[in-house]
């Protein structure tokens, strides 16, 4: 059982699939300063950190705050239960005339079930609020560090320097930290997002912090940090504004909603849409097979970049949504809220990246 264990780590780990040919792992043993998989066990402890930061955050500042602004704690009790109109939900079965009559109840008690159905266990406004302004702290401290961190780097000016010497990249220290505070982040996210506050893109959201990982993962294990630090660069532009945006809006600011929003949505279009694909996307793709010999978590790591720009163009139709809807009512909603019917509790902003993601 050993020996086959070890063949798979063996075979698994083999310099041939994660590396360019020719070089082995014992190459970057010469000198100090390589990126090393074992950094990446430094994420796990740091994501707890973050989760109980979080929980204070939003306790002692936003809940707080949210109070003062007078942003309501409404909670949604479910319904008197009943089985039969239980099952009908979960089948999302709407024929309220029949129910009625199988349920014993009038139509209107039957709607009237419903509707509280579907609000139940749905998190208050204030809850949004301090979810959101946690969000925002983190995101834009992310964006400060990330342009501290990467201005002086020749890559950002000239991304052949991903490639020059490739994979002989020594990791500047503050580039170590910024990748292991952004892998802590994002683990943080992949966790707390079973219990935020649910969207119809839940799954995508969790398809994009999954691909994110697998990308920082795979780009720290085979010395493509550099460009790894571009992604991540690239990925903070904008959040912060949209969950700026989002605070406004639960705060009743309708001016600093729509200022933020649209500045939300230029620079998201404009880095996502823009630059991710005529910048990242072509310089692992043209740039790279000038300068490196191919292997196979080379295009595995180029995959990953394309789900994740398959990503923002889906996200991006719900920002568009999101604008078009304003721009006719003159209100900013959630093109996604936490459920598929819309009500006026669950009026929000679309919380479209993530980390975008």
Request: glycine share 2%.
């Amino acid at each position: 059982m050993m020996n086959m264990l070890a063949s798979v780590s063996e075979s698994f780990w083999s310099p041939a699939i994660w590396l360019p040919p020719n070089i082995t792992w014992a190459s970057f043993d010469s000198e100090p300063g390589y990126a090393q998989f074992y950094d990446l066990a430094y994420p796990f402890p740091l994501a707890i950190v973050l989760i109980a930061v979080r929980f204070m955050v939003e306790r002692a500042i936003f809940r707080p705050l949210g109070k003062s602004l007078n942003i309501k704690d409404t909670t949604y009790r479910k319904p008197e239960a009943n089985s039969v109109l239980e099952l009908a939900f979960v089948a999302r079965q709407k024929d309220y005339q029949a129910l009625s009559k199988e349920a014993g109840l009038t139509e209107r008690q039957v709607e009237r079930w419903f509707r509280q159905r579907q609000m139940a266990g749905r998190p208050s406004p204030l809850s949004k609020f301090t979810e959101t302004g946690w969000r925002w702290i983190f995101y834009l401290s992310l964006h400060m560090v990330s342009v501290w961190v990467m201005w002086s780097k020749p890559w950002v000016w000239n991304t052949f320097y991903c490639w020059y010497d490739y994979p002989f990249h020594v990791v500047d220290p503050a580039v170590w930290w910024h990748y292991m505070w952004e892998l802590a982040f994002y683990w943080s996210l992949f966790i707390s997002q079973f219990f935020d506050a649910k969207r119809k893109d839940f799954w995508e959201m969790f398809i994009h912090h999954v691909a994110t990982l697998a990308l920082l993962i795979l780009s720290w294990t085979n010395h493509m940090h550099r460009m790894g630090s571009l992604v991540l660069l690239v990925h903070d532009f904008a959040d912060h504004w949209l969950e700026l945006a989002k605070l406004a809006r639960y705060a009743n600011f309708k001016m600093c909603c729509d200022i933020s929003f649209v500045v939300f949505l230029v620079t998201w279009s404009y880095t996502r849409i823009g630059v991710f694909p005529t910048w990242i996307i072509y310089s692992t793709t043209i740039e790279a097979a000038q300068l490196v010999q191919m292997f196979p978590v080379y295009y595995i790591f180029n995959c990953l970049l394309s789900i994740l720009l398959v990503l923002h163009i889906i996200w991006f139709y719900y920002i568009a949504k999101v604008a078009y809807k304003s721009l006719i009512s003159g209100k900013t909603d959630d093109s996604r809220s936490d459920s598929d019917s819309d009500d006026e509790d669950s009026g929000d902003l679309s919380s479209d990246n993530k980390k975008l993601k």
